[in-house]
């Protein structure tokens, strides 16, 4: 079983940049054909896929984030990264990393509350 741990900074303020990572102790990020997610929740609404990043290294976005987001990764270190520029009190929320495997196995991070604000 894979496990993720998100970290970030938890209050940031708006048109700043939000950096938050993702680790996977004792796993590897590079497996064929996994496929790495940046997933969130604004309160009181459903889940939001923000974009996300092949076993190859290449990225997809949400065609709505795409302007601010960035996805990358360090494989030595097993950590997956977002960075998104610009943000606003809309961006609140809580944010996930998720992981979709090569055997049809999804697995989710605890979640890291993001407050937008001033």
């Known amino acids: 079983q894979v496990q993720l741990q998100e970290s970030g900074p938890g209050l940031v303020k708006p048109s700043q940049t939000l950096s938050l990572t993702c680790t996977v102790p004792?796993?590897?990020?590079?497996?064929?054909?996994?496929?790495w997610s940046w997933i969130r929740q604004p309160p009181g609404k459903g889940l939001e896929w923000m974009g996300a990043?092949?076993?190859?290294?290449?990225?997809a976005y949400s065609p709505s984030l795409k302007s601010r987001t960035s996805i990358s990764r360090d494989n030595a270190e097993n950590t997956v990264y977002l960075q998104m520029n610009s943000l606003k009190p809309e961006d609140t929320g809580v944010y996930y990393c998720?992981?979709?495997?090569?055997?049809?196995?999804?697995?989710w991070g605890q979640g890291t509350q993001v407050t937008v604000s001033s």
């Open positions: 998720y992981v979709d495997d090569a055997l049809g196995f999804g697995y």
């Open positions: 004792g796993a590897s990020i590079t497996r064929k054909d996994d496929y």
């Open positions: 990043i092949r076993s190859d290294g290449s990225t």
